[in-house]
């Protein structure tokens, strides 16, 4: 993994400098994660990707997406179109 070094400035009262770098570091990459992944949901939530897409984008596999969605209570956008596939 390429690292890259990274300059925040923070709230005193987060206490970073306790945790230290490596703590830090684990959280932030666990935060972007989470956030792509989120972000990845909503869009495939309104339409305006697929799932595969979502996954793709969140940077995990399908299956990971579909536990994260099941997590979070999300069902796959239904339209007339979908459902006519689905009973085909």
Known sequence: MTTRSLTLQVPAPLELDALGRELVAELLELGLRQWRMDRALDHYLAGAIS???????????????????????????????????ELA
Do not use: C, D, K, N
């Open 51 to 85: 799932f595969a897409a979502a996954a793709e984008r969140a940077g995990i596999s399908r299956s990971e997406l579909a536990r994260q969605a099941h997590v979070r209570g999300l069902e796959p956008p239904a339209s007339a179109e979908t459902l006519a596939e």
